[in-house]
């Protein structure tokens, strides 16, 4: 099947373009709906974030409403976190412990956030269609994931509670 990854280099730098605020809510309400539009067969973007101890909490996100909370034992979600590493399914109903939040969903893309070695928060994109996550997609949207970390002031949300 022919490559649907969009052109990566012009999305990062229309999302320079678009995150002009360092605000985080901002910055993750903008970024997610950015990539719901920008990055085809998409069916859920959005941000968890870990505002208390191994706990990843619902944060901006585009499309169905979804599971709240994520520790990080459980899930792709809960793996990504603990390891501090991307996973990348390409069927997510072979992960024993996947947390199935829309029975469209059939693969998954989690990209760690890191704020000064710290995990701030997830990115997690998910899609209709088997496999849909190539290197070329799990490279960008990595890079994308780069830029929003660097324009945007992440607030210490474990501490500041
Ligand atoms: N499927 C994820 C849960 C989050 S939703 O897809 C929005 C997981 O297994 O961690």
């Not at 909370?69 to 809960?78: A, D, L």
């Not at 072979?94 to 693969?107: F, G, K, R, Y």
Request: with cysteine.
């Amino acid at each position: 099947m022919a490559s649907t990854a969009p052109d990566y280099a012009l999305l990062a730098r229309q999302l320079e373009a678009l995150l002009d605020s360092d605000d985080w809510l901002v910055n993750t309400a903008q970024a997610c709906a950015f990539i719901m539009q920008q990055v085809p067969e998409l069916n859920w973007a959005g941000f968890y974030l870990q505002r208390q101890p191994e706990l990843l909490t619902l944060g901006p996100f585009q499309g169905k409403p979804a599971c709240n909370p994520i520790p990080f034992s459980k899930g792709v979600c809960g793996a990504a976190a603990r390891g501090r590493q991307a996973q990348r399914v390409d069927d997510v109903h072979t992960v024993a412990d996947h947390i199935a939040c829309d029975a469209a969903s059939n693969s998954e893309l989690v990209v760690p956030v890191m704020r000064e070695g710290t995990l701030w928060g997830v990115l997690d994109l998910d899609s209709p269609r088997h496999a849909r996550f190539s290197d070329e997609d799990q490279a960008g949207i990595e890079g994308l994931v780069a830029i929003f970390v660097e324009r945007t002031n992440l607030p210490d949300h474990l501490t500041s509670q």
